[in-house]
């Protein structure tokens, strides 16, 4: 089986809590990666402290 494995550099506008949590999703281990309810509570967790910010105002018009 040949695995191929690819570098993807995040934005670097990219908030921690938004970079961890990608990265959290593409760990190799399946068992490791959040289930979609995680995502989304992270999410949610992550609306509520960013909504005032001007990357949440980015965000939110590629997702509405």
């Known amino acids: 089986q040949l ?4 570098i993807i550099c995040l934005p670097t506008y990219l908030t921690f809590c938004f970079c961890r ?3 959290e999703c593409w760990n190799e281990d399946p068992a490791k990666r959040p289930t979609f309810m995680q995502i989304i509570n ?5 609306k509520l402290k960013c909504s005032r910010s001007a ?4 965000v939110s018009r590629f997702t509405h």
């Open 21 to 23: 949590l990608i990265q």
């Open 3 to 6: 695995i191929i494995k690819t």
């Open 42 to 46: 992270r999410l949610e967790r992550i």
């Open 55 to 58: 990357l949440w105002k980015l």
